[in-house]
């Protein structure tokens, strides 16, 4: 039986037994998401949508949906209890916004945007129309996370230090400012996300850049200094420089005990390792899907608490290009 469920803009919506989700962008990270969404019983992929239509061709043939040359397509086929917007930095705002006006439960990749006001409004309109939404921070989901948390229950972190030492990704979009928006937006957001779990809320950030040797590539490194609201101070450190993935994650030093947690593995004091159960790409996808259909929902990162890391990495990035301190705003 469909049942119907109540936004708190008051607007009912009709969720099927079955979970209808559209995809917009077929790239590498729409594939990892309907993979892990064709996985669930409850979980039909409804219809995917890239502007490349051979892509998006590609994928659905994949997972038995239709294909569309755009969103606009899969959004006016309509059925869908769900989008999810799998798209390049550049190409956020008018997917979200047209799903948003077909009222629309979203879930969105990171980073939000290209520029800060896109997303903000997107985070207004989703709060208006008061609908379930999830950003694509799977660490947060991360086993090991809930353990480096326990650990520094009574420890409050002094020193944080964040890396994203790594190659360049291979999408043609990547090296372009315009299109990417740089590393910082781009990748060590993941990191960033972190940091505020496990240290809290960054006032000011001082951001330098190494340039690049092309005109009109991304800068190829930075590394920048944090200055938490609690007193922690804070290192990030980013490159794309690296032959092979170098070193990804974020250290942390609390009074008598230091953690090195990565995307697999979470380190104590150097010795003491704890593998994660690889199981977070699922979990994101799961409580987002429980979300949409109304059931008790584990979502960790919807999309107003990613704009507040989304936030801190324009404010690294704004530093980097200004060379100069930027204070958030709390
Ligand atoms: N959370 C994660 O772990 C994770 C992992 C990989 C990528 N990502 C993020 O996902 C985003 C996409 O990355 P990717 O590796 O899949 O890139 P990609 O280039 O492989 O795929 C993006 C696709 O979007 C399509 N596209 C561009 N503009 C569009 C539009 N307006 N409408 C519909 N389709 C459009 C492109 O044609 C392309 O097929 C990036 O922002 C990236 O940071 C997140």
Redesign the pocket.
Known sequence: MPRLQRGRCGICRTVSPITRVGI?????????HADVLSTFPDVTIAGI????PH??EALASRHGSPAYG??AGLLAAGGLDAIYV??????HG??ERDALSCDLPLFV???LSLDPATAEKIADELDRRGLPSAV???WRYLDILHRARDLLADRPVRLALGYWLDKV?P???WLKPEM?GGQVL??AV?VLDLARVLVGEVAMVHAVPAGSELDGEVDRATAAVLAFEGGAAGLLAATSLCGRKHRVGLEVHAEGITLDLSETRLVVDGETVIEDDGLA?TR?DREFINAVQGRPADVRVPYREALRTHRLAHAVARSAAGRTEVRLDR
């Open positions: 917009i962008g077929a790239g590498n990270v729409a594939a990892r949508a890239d502007t490349d892509r998006a755009g969103h799998c798209v390049p930095p550049f190409a008018n997917p990749e990171k980073p694509g921070h799977h990704p999408v043609g979009w990417s781009e990748q993941h790409k994101v």
